[in-house]
């Protein structure tokens, strides 16, 4: 099985990842499995998909895994 290249460990500068759902309970466990494959990742997760999109301009992350149906944002 050939990984995606966010999963990857590089020396080069840390991956930053995005985790967008409005139930919290996943966004633990997609970073808990983030976490096992890649532990040098940096990521960031947010039920509210408002204050991440405020966050995108200031950390600029390299991956975003979003909720494709959240409240609000249908």
Do not use: C, G, W
């Not at 020396?11 to 040098?40: G, L, Q, S």
């Not at 990521?43 to 390299?62: G, K, N, R, V």
């Amino acid at each position: 099985m050939k990984l995606h290249p966010v999963f990857l460990k590089t020396k080069h500068m840390a991956k930053r990842v995005f985790i967008i759902d409005d139930e919290k309970v996943t966004n633990v466990i997609n970073r808990r499995i983030f976490k096992t494959i890649n532990p040098d990742l940096e990521i960031y997760d947010f039920t509210d998909p408002y204050e991440a999109f405020m966050q995108m301009q200031h950390l600029q992350p390299s991956y975003i895994f979003l909720d494709l149906n959240m409240p609000r944002l249908n």
